[in-house]
């Protein structure tokens, strides 16, 4: 099923001036007969046999290599993209993992910087020392960390402190009614608060329309990532996305 498997992206963009900081890349299926299956549908099974492992390693390997291609389509003298890559459960407790991320970062020349491990809050907080030991361990070799789904699991604030984290991702459930619900509102409010106050950066997932982004802009959101700027795509059709946006913004 590995050849089946294809890599999509989705823009991140800067709140304030929607210029791209990244993209997250998300897992499809694309099966003989049922078409594209969503990771939704089959991650849950191969987190429980196991075969998203491999999957997760091919994954690393497919995207820093796609990833190296979108730096050019950049305007001159702009930071180097990030290409964010989730890591699940099974492959954080996998001792292959540092090794499958040297062996991305050497087979495609990406630099280190360049690269962002997302695991959920959920997985950072099963075993918090190995996770204190692996994340320091991606750190010394230059990476960026982020949490996902914040805020739909169990921090442990104080090890939220100490993990050498760069990003928090609001989860997106927060996002959906945010501009009607005081309540969601608080919370991503209260995690903004939280975030900046352990000087990591913000992402809210999920953003669908331009309330939304005026909103989180004026909440002092640092990026964002939804429908509203850029569905997730395969990489051909984000090269044509690159092209348009910033041809687009030269005229
Ligand atoms: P996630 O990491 O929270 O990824 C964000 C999900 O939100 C993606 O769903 C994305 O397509 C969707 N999304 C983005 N913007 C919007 C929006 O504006 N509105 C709505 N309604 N949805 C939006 P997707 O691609 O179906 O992936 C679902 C989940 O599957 C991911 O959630 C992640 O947990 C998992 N997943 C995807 N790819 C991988 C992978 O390569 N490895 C691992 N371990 N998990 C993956
Ligand atoms: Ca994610
Ligand atoms: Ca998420």
């Known amino acids: 099923t590995r050849h089946e498997l294809v890599a ?7 709140c304030v001036d929607s210029s791209v900081k990244g993209f997250e890349a998300l897992m499809r299926w694309r099966h003989p007969i049922l078409g594209l299956v969503s990771p939704a549908q089959f991650i849950p099974l191969a987190e ?16 820093c290599m796609q990833a190296i291609r979108w730096q050019e389509y950049q305007p001159p003298g702009a930071p180097l993209l990030r290409i964010a890559v989730n890591v699940s459960l099974r492959q954080f407790a996998d001792v292959n993992l540092v090794r499958d991320v040297q062996v991305a970062l050497e ?19 099963l075993d918090m020392q190995r ?12 990476l960026q960390l982020a949490i996902d789904d914040f805020g739909t699991g169990y921090s442990s604030l104080a090890y939220l402190k100490r993990f050498p984290l760069d990003v928090l991702k609001i989860d997106q459930s927060f996002i959906r009614q945010i501009c009607s619900d005081k309540d969601d509102r608080a919370i991503a409010a209260a995690i903004l608060s939280l975030a900046h ?5 913000v992402i809210a997932e999920g953003v669908e329309t331009e309330e939304q982004h005026t909103l989180l802009t004026e909440m002092g959101c640092d990026e964002i990532q939804g429908y509203l700027h850029g569905r997730p795509m395969p990489s051909d059709d984000l090269q044509v996305w690159m092209h348009e946006k910033y041809r687009h913004k030269a005229l």
Do not use: C
Request: net charge negative; no cysteine.
């Open 8 to 14: 999509y992206f989705q823009p991140q963009v800067s």
């Open 48 to 63: 429980n046999n196991g075969q998203i492992v491999s999957m997760g390693s091919w994954m690393l390997k497919e995207a």
């Open 107 to 125: 087979s495609s020349g990406l630099h280190p910087q360049q690269l962002e491990l997302e695991i959920t809050e959920g997985t950072a907080m």
């Open 131 to 142: 996770t204190m030991d692996l994340l320091r361990q991606f750190k010394s070799m230059g």
């Open 197 to 201: 106050s352990l000087q990591l950066k």
